[in-house]
């Protein structure tokens, strides 16, 4: 157990820096169990966290179970189509209301003393509890509420009500993605995975494209390293596109029918998202790669993976975009869990940023060291976007010949 206390801003000077001297981050991040604890309440805890799709709350009668940071939570959308988050807890004795996903007819009861709860929380009745009335006023009873919300095919909610709104979070994406309309589009596969290794490990894999052409050969055919450019307005997130994205020796990524309505830039484009902390959003012309992360411990990770198209398509249509996601994905597996292992058998000394490849990690970096030193997240500094017409600011990328509409626009 380290006894680094990773509140303290000193702590996190070397990941502060601009990206031409920042340094990785130490080793006891991804090892240590204390760094996993302060991480869990303070980023976790506190941040708005991915906690499934869209999907499965699409209708009222559903009532998903999710952990957030230790914390048992419940999601419902109510008759009148009002999405729900409560803390999972009785409000009589704390009894847990549910174990897991599960129907429900209107209302929630608690399996021990039968209060009963409607899909807003609400308290609706505590059977035989007047008999002998009590002798003062109990106050509100309803379940403690969370907040929730749903953006494009991601269901999120946040523990800490100081946190900023989800649009204040997400910054410039709601703009940014808004002409793929990604509140209508189609889970068509989902599996989970369980990864040795940490969370971050995982994420950060998935931000920069260093390590492209010697861990992914074949989806180096399809997102070639030339055509990569940084994709990143203001916001929680790091973005990165594939501009175009390639179907000259393979066309796994082109085989489904593309969306509607796409603009020039998006309908020849891959965007990669990594919204912080946990989603992971590969969004093409035609279909989408999610993958949400949901820390187990500090060398333990779950991955689960969505796949989804732009409308309902034939049964088995998607198998082989599919397969050749889990290919790449089973690659990065195997590359991440090799860094666990070295990070936590090795625990050398952090190396340099590579300013060319890794500014996204550098930016993720300070969201991290942010939350983790902050007291309160309610001013948490939302970072600013790269500016698409300064050369230096691609750090060494070529000029994007089908740039974003929002960047033009800027």
Known sequence: MSTVD????????????????????????????????????RVFGRAWVCVGTAAEVAEPGRLLVREIAGRSILITRDTDGGLHAMINACRHRGTELAEADCAVAG???????????????????????????????????????VRVTTWGPLLLACLDPDTPPFATWIGDLDERMAGYQLDTWTPCHEQALDILANWKLVTENFQEYYHLGWVH??????????????????????????????????????????????????????????????VILSVLPNHIWLMRLDPIAPGLTRETCTMLTPA???????????????????????????????LTRGAVPPGP??????????????????????????????PAGDDPSDPGARWGAAENPTPPTIDLAR
């Open 6 to 41: 990773w509140t303290d801003d000193a702590v996190w000077e070397p990941t502060r820096r601009p990206v031409t001297t920042a340094m990785c981050l130490p080793p006891a991040l991804y090892a240590d169990p204390n760094a996993f604890e302060v991480e869990r309440d």
């Open 107 to 145: 209302t929630i009861r608690c399996p021990y003393h039968r209060w009963t709860y409607a899909l807003d929380g609400r308290l609706r009745s505590t059977p035989l509890f007047d008999q002998v009335p009590r002798t003062d006023e109990p106050g509100d009873l309803d379940l403690v509420p």
């Open 217 to 278: 050969p074949e989806l180096a055919k399809v997102s070639r390293v030339a055509d990569h450019y940084r994709y990143q307005g203001p916001g929680m997130y790091c973005g990165q596109t594939t501009t175009p994205v390639s179907g000259d020796e393979r066309d796994d990524w082109l085989r489904l029918p593309a969306a509607d309505g796409l603009d020039p830039s998006d309908s020849v484009s891959g965007r990669f998202i990594a919204l912080f902390p946990n």
């Open 312 to 342: 309902p398509i034939e049964r088995d249509a998607h198998i082989d975009t599919r397969d050749f996601w889990l290919s790449v994905n089973a690659e990065d597996i195997d590359i991440v869990e090799r860094a666990q292992r070295g």
């Open 353 to 382: 940023l590579s300013p060319r490849f890794e500014e996204p990690l550098n930016r993720f970096h300070r969201m991290l060291a942010d939350c983790m030193t902050l007291d309160s997240l309610a001013d948490i500094p939302i």
